[in-house]
């Protein structure tokens, strides 16, 4: 539990912390550490975004409930912003800038002059422009600056009882939606129920639904491809088309983060 403490000791000389909670493994755990060092004193913030689905914000506010700290949501519409709408390879950065300056102002009413979140050092290795947004309104990343890598993370999650220490990643609905086609309330919708649904007829925890101008191209792990049989299929193209896809693929390469990505830009 050395690195427990280590990451406990990184607040104990703050007086007062914000920190910026989504429903995932990282962010619990630095508010866990956050709270054992500061008690009421640390604050977590959920941002209601509308893009983030309903099953992270209900594990945020389960997670905080385990913990015992106190929950603020920040509501707003990622969805006015055009900059985050016209989905070009800076999505993620015109996000953060827009969480950074909300969560700022919302520290500044509760004198609070740190706000953290829960990037580790495994995010350093992606195509992350969210990050340099967040650094750039001065953000820090505890779970950097103490070292953490994910497996760690997890390993502390569990050791002191988080329901979210075996929680697969997830990422805000957009990021299933190519660069370059813009993003839709309608889209969003579908892309959540398509995955809802996807869950509970496979039983899998780890699901993307891509929004692939209207296609529904599925990805999980790999080795759970097989599971997809000719009436799963059935079943699946069926629902999927019922919520407004006009057709269903499984993508046969199985899930990895940010393939998405790589997708060429096709016009909307």
């Given at each position: 539990?050395?690195?427990?403490?280590?990451?406990?000791?990184?607040?104990?000389?703050k007086?007062?912390?914000?920190?910026?909670?989504?429903?995932?493994?990282?962010?619990?755990?630095?508010?866990?550490?956050?709270?054992?060092?500061?008690?009421s004193?640390?604050?977590?913030?959920?941002?209601?975004?509308?893009?983030?689905?309903?099953?992270?914000?209900?594990?945020?506010?389960q997670?905080?409930?385990?913990?015992?700290?106190?929950?603020?949501?920040?509501?707003?519409?990622?969805?006015?912003?055009?900059?985050?709408?016209?989905?070009?390879?800076?999505?993620?950065?015109?996000?953060?800038?827009?969480?950074?300056?909300?969560?700022?102002?919302?520290?500044?009413?509760?004198n609070?002059?740190?706000?953290?979140?829960?990037?580790?050092?495994?995010d350093?290795?992606?195509?992350?422009?969210?990050?340099?947004?967040?650094?750039e309104n001065?953000?820090?990343?505890?779970?950097?600056?103490?070292?953490?890598?994910?497996?760690?993370?997890?390993?502390?999650?569990?050791?002191?009882?988080?329901?979210?220490?075996?929680?697969?990643?997830?990422?805000?609905?957009?990021?299933?939606?190519?660069?370059?086609?813009?993003?839709?309330?309608?889209?969003?919708?579908?892309?959540?129920?398509?995955?809802?649904?996807?869950?509970?007829?496979?039983n899998?925890k780890q699901?993307?639904?891509?929004?692939?101008?209207?296609?529904?191209?599925?990805?999980?792990?790999?080795?759970?491809?097989?599971?997809?049989?000719?009436?799963?299929?059935?079943?699946?193209?069926?629902?999927?088309?019922?919520?407004?896809?006009?057709?269903?693929?499984?993508?046969?390469?199985?899930?990895?983060?940010?393939?998405?990505n790589?997708?060429?830009?096709?016009?909307?």
């Amino acid at each position: 539990m050395s690195k427990l403490n280590n990451l406990v000791e990184w607040f104990a000389d703050k007086n007062k912390v914000m920190i910026a909670l989504s429903g995932g493994v990282d962010s619990a755990v630095v508010a866990y550490a956050a709270f054992q060092a500061l008690g009421s004193s640390a604050i977590a913030v959920t941002a209601d975004y509308k893009t983030l689905s309903q099953e992270e914000l209900l594990s945020a506010k389960q997670v905080c409930s385990e913990i015992g700290i106190e929950q603020m949501i920040l509501d707003y519409s990622e969805l006015e912003n055009e900059d985050f709408v016209k989905n070009d390879s800076n999505r993620c950065f015109h996000c953060r800038m827009e969480l950074g300056d909300h969560l700022i102002k919302l520290a500044k009413t509760h004198n609070v002059k740190i706000i953290v979140d829960g990037t580790n050092l495994d995010d350093l290795g992606d195509y992350r422009p969210g990050i340099q947004a967040l650094k750039e309104n001065g953000i820090r990343s505890p779970l950097v600056e103490t070292k953490f890598f994910k497996s760690e993370i997890r390993d502390i999650a569990k050791s002191v009882g988080l329901s979210v220490h075996d929680r697969p990643a997830n990422s805000c609905l957009a990021s299933r939606i190519p660069w370059g086609q813009r993003v839709t309330a309608e889209r969003l919708t579908r892309i959540e129920l398509g995955e809802t649904l996807v869950k509970q007829i496979t039983n899998l925890k780890q699901v993307r639904v891509r929004d692939i101008q209207g296609c529904a191209k599925i990805e999980v792990d790999k080795e759970k491809i097989s599971i997809f049989d000719e009436n799963i299929v059935n079943q699946l193209s069926e629902k999927l088309k019922l919520i407004g896809f006009t057709s269903v693929e499984i993508d046969k390469e199985g899930y990895r983060p940010g393939k998405i990505n790589v997708i060429s830009n096709w016009s909307t």
